[in-house]
């Protein structure tokens, strides 16, 4: 059997789009479960659209994605250029095209603006595009040969016969059949030179021995060209698979306005590229085993294309929450807070005990900012209102947590040892002296320091991190806002 080779192909032109990354994800999975090569191919033909540094992000979201080729610009496996403006220079394209128009499967055609502006419009799956009218295709070989020599601006187009049809074949998608009339004659060669991007696509897949292309279901409608090329040539398609579209929550395509389509922004925003990885392979394919979490070892043991699904995939913002918190919790500590240390610098300038805080949020947030929101109160308690004491589960009261913080303050204030252990102790000591349930007593001292409902770590563990002085100083602003509440209802 023929080895699997894949590509994955993007164009510099900005962050990498969560769709573009699934489908170097797919290419690079379909790759490595078979055993074969994946590799890297820069298409810059388009430079109206070449973005400075786009390049560089590639490069970076790749890497950090931990999707490593096997060929590319910086790994020559001897199928290079791997980048197509370099390509170009071969004249591999243009040759091609040559090979095309002699073949009487493309031509050239010197029409200018103004004539193709006058050409009419046809309705074509219900949009309006200009078809070529074939004018050029019977121009007499002497003409052609004469305003080649003559210097005149020409591009090179694809013949496309009027009658028939055309079959490709996807994987997903079965068998499609378009009848021809609705195929424009696609220009291969434009007048600067640079081969188009689906002329170049073909070319540089068959010439680079790419055995399956991966790419998103807007492209099926290109596909009957690319077929049509291939047939031209005589050469063996590859195996297509067409993915299913990416939408938001809303059922609508993702967008860059999303705040979540690019690979960059969902890492800006705190997840975690091995997350967002596992999340994305999930948009449109189903593993065979009932589970969701896949390490890049794991998804390539267990990818199996023929399972992606062609309905769309719903970009799950709370789903990319909850998997980003479960990779969170899984990770080890030091790797963790080497990560969530900066996150909480930002909001604790006190000198608290980050590591100790830091273990208690690694299992409660879900993305790296969530930080900010359950550490706060170590720096400033935040206003509350007394209501927060009340607790039916706890069977909590204003009237009752006041007693308890009023009870357990010089018990407190006559203990020395502030860790957690031993203030769980002394906590203890007074449930089973009173007779009721720990929560009773945990709630309001744990609302007393933090004034949160809340809080990632019990009242003993915050208390160890607050230190006596701190803790104490808050329980005595509790006492006096619940004395003052009190007061007033009994008035």
Known sequence: MEKVRTRYAPSPTGKMHVGNLRSALYE??????????????????????????????IYRTMEKAGLAHDEGPDKDGGYGPYVQSERMKTGIYMEYARQLVEKGEAYYCFCDKERLESLKTEIVEGKEIMMYDKHCLSLPKEEVEANLAAGKPFVIRQNIPREGTTTFHDELYGDITVENA??????????????????????????????????????????????????????????????????????????????????????????????????????????????EIFSLEELIRSFDYRRINKSPAVFDMVKLRWMNGEYLKAMEFEAFYAMAEPYLKQC?????DLRKIAAMVKTRIEVLPDIAGHVDFFEQMPEYDVSMYAHKKMKSTPESSLEVLQELLPRLEAQEDYSNDALYGLLCAYVEEKECKNGRVMWPIRTAVSGKQMTPGGATELMEVLGKEESLRRIREGIAKLEGECINVTE
């Not at 604790?348 to 608290?352: F, M, N, Q, V």
């Open 348 to 352: 604790i300038t006190k000198d608290y």
């Open 182 to 291: 609705e195929l424009d004659d696609m220009i291969l060669i434009k007048s600067d030179g640079y081969p188009t991007y689906n002329f170049a696509n073909v070319v540089d897949d068959h010439t680079m021995h790419i055995t399956h292309v991966v790419r998103g279901n807007e492209y099926l409608s290109s596909a009957p060209k690319y077929q049509r090329l291939y047939d031209a040539f005589g050469w063996e398609s590859p195996v297509y698979i067409h993915l299913p579209l990416i939408t938001d929550e809303n059922h609508k395509k993702l967008s860059k306005r999303s705040g979540h389509a690019s690979f960059e922004e969902l890492l800006e925003q705190g997840f975690l590229p091995e997350a967002v990885v596992n999340f994305i392979a999930l948009l449109g394919w189903s593993p065979e085993e009932n589970r």
């Open 28 to 57: 690079f999975l379909i790759a490595k479960h078979a055993g074969g090569e994946f590799m890297l191919r820069i298409e810059d033909t388009d430079q109206e659209r070449f973005v400075e540094g786009a390049t560089e992000i």
